[in-house]
């Protein structure tokens, strides 16, 4: 069965202090990991696909990076906009699993404060 | 352009009712998708089609629950004998194919009293 865990729960941080934030996950064959972002009320959007490890994306203040078991989402000098919680998705290519379902994990809750 | 449209955004419906929710796929994505997201989780797979077939309904918890795609663009998922238990938002999203990124809706806040 395909798992993913994401850490911290959540995260507390003041503008500007860089950090990371963890999915780690278990799959039969991996196809794709995908990132969102998900505000209050709202569904979550998307911010990112990595398909093999050692590959990088970048967007704006984010950077995410994938190994064989793990990926990071990196925020650089965050600001209060990008409070948020994140949610970290894996897509199996092998074991019978169709490509139109994601597994995701329960996300990092990230707040930055002025 | 235009994005996901769920409707309703909210649903208050009463134990053993049927409801019946509504999603507008993006314009020109062959593949939507249903998910479930408890308080505090991540969107949990309910069922994705590819045109108007269910290609996977794996993730539907059981026979209460049933989706359609007649055209291959709008879809509903209907609900039957509504339990307390199946309270959530349901999320809604779309892709141009199966396995390319996906572009979800605000969700339906469905509460069962």
């Known amino acids: 069965e395909d798992q993913v865990t994401q850490s911290p729960e959540a995260l507390r941080l003041q503008e500007g202090e860089s950090s990371s934030l963890n999915c780690s996950y278990t799959?039969?064959?991996?196809?794709?990991l995908f990132w969102y972002r998900q505000d209050p009320g709202k569904g979550p959007e998307f911010l990112f696909t990595?398909?093999?490890a050692g590959e990088e994306k970048e967007k704006e203040r984010l950077k995410a990076t994938l190994t064989k078991k793990e990926s990071f989402l990196h925020i650089t000098a965050p600001k209060p906009e990008d409070s948020a919680t994140y949610l970290c998705?894996?897509?199996?290519?092998?074991?019978?699993?169709?490509?139109?379902?994601?597994?995701f994990g329960q996300g990092t809750i990230l707040t930055v404060h002025p | 352009g235009a994005g996901v449209s769920q409707t309703p955004s909210n649903k208050v419906t009463e134990k053993g009712k049927y409801v019946e929710l509504r999603c507008d796929p993006i314009?020109?994505?062959?593949?939507l998708y249903w998910y479930r997201q408890s308080l505090g989780q991540g969107p949990e797979f309910l069922i994705y089609?590819?045109?108007?077939?269910?290609?996977?309904d794996s993730g539907l918890p059981n026979d209460r629950f049933f989706a359609v795609r007649p055209e291959g663009s709008v879809s509903t998922l209907k609900i039957q004998r509504t339990e307390r238990g199946d309270s959530a938002v349901y999320l809604c999203?779309?892709?141009?194919?199966?396995?390319?990124?996906?572009?979800f809706g605000n969700g339906t806040r469905l509460t069962v009293t």
């Open positions: 999203a779309s892709s141009l194919w199966s396995g390319s990124p996906l572009h």
């Open positions: 799959v039969s064959g991996l196809r794709g």
């Open positions: 990595l398909y093999s």
């Open positions: 998705a894996v897509q199996a290519s092998a074991g019978g699993t169709s490509y139109g379902k994601l597994t």
């Open positions: 314009s020109g994505h062959t593949a």
């Open positions: 089609f590819q045109g108007t077939g269910a290609a996977d």
